[in-house]
C-alpha cells in the first residue's frame, strides 16, 4: 500500500467558532492506482489532501506513506518526508519564475537527492517541453506550464504524486491533454496519485472515485 490514511479527524476553530472538516476519514492507494476526489467546495478536499502532503497535522488519526506516518508534529520531519515521498501539482502551477524549464523540472529531484538527467530529459520529452527548456516558465503558456509541473513532480520518483484540481485553470482541450500525460506516466511509473477535482469527466478517467461529504467519504 503507497498510502493508508485511518480515521483522519481536522478541525478549525476561528474567532471562537469550530468547524469539523474531517470526521473520519480513511483513504487506501496502492502503487499505480489513480483515485479522484471529489465533493462540494468547501468539502475538505485541499484540507485533507495538505495533510496527505504533510503540510498540516491532523487532530487524529494516521497517514502512511509507505512505510512512514507523515502525521507526526514536527515540521522538520514531515517536510523531509514530503521531499523523499510525494510529489505536488498546484492549480496554479507553482514554477520558480527565476529558474528555466530545465532547472525547474530538476528542482524537486535535486532537493531529494534523486537528480537523475537522463530521467529529466525523458519527461520533459514526453511532456512535449523538449524545444521549451531554456525558456523561463512567463514565456510558456498554461498547458505548458503545468507539463513543466508535473515534470518537475514526477522526477524525484515519488512514491505519491498528490493533485490538486491540476487542470483548473486550463481550458478543456488543453486540460484534457495535461490529464492524460498525468495518467499516462504515472502508470508507467507505478506512481500512486491522488487527485481532486470538480470535474466528473475528468474523475471518470481515473481508477477509482471517493466524494467527501460532510467530513466524511460516501
Ligand atoms: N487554515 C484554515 N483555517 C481555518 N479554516 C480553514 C483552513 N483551511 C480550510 N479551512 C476551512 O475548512 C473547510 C474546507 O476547506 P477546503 O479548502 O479543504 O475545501 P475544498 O473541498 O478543497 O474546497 P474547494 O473545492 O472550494 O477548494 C472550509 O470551510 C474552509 O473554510
Known sequence: MILDAK???KSYTVAGSRTDVLRGVSV????????????ESGSGKSTLL???????????????????????PSDTAR???????????????????????????????Q???RYDAQWCAILAKRM????????????????QQQRVAIARALAAKPALILADEPTGN?????????LNLLLEITRETDTALLMVTHSAKHAGALDRQLTLRSGAIN
Do not use: C, W
Not at 170 to 178: I, S
Open 50 to 72: 495538505h495533510l496527505v502532503a504533510g503540510l498540516d497535522v491532523p487532530d487524529h488519526g494516521k497517514i502512511m506513506v509507505e512505510t512512514q506516518n507523515i502525521a507526526v
Open 7 to 9: 480515521d483522519v479527524h
Open 128 to 143: 512535449g517541453l523538449s524545444d521549451h527548456l531554456s525558456k523561463y516558465p512567463e514565456a510558456l503558456s498554461g498547458g
Open 111 to 113: 532537493l531529494a537527492g
Open 28 to 39: 487506501l492507494l496502492s502503487a499505480g492506482e489513480s483515485l479522484a476526489l471529489m465533493g
Open 170 to 178: 486550463l481550458d478543456e482541450d488543453t486540460a484534457q491533454t495535461v
Open 79 to 109: 517536510a523531509e518526508l514530503r521531499r523523499s515521498l510525494v510529489g505536488i501539482i498546484f492549480q496554479q502551477f507553482n514554477l520558480i519564475p527565476s529558474l528555466r524549464v530545465d532547472a525547474n523540472i530538476a528542482f524537486q529531484a
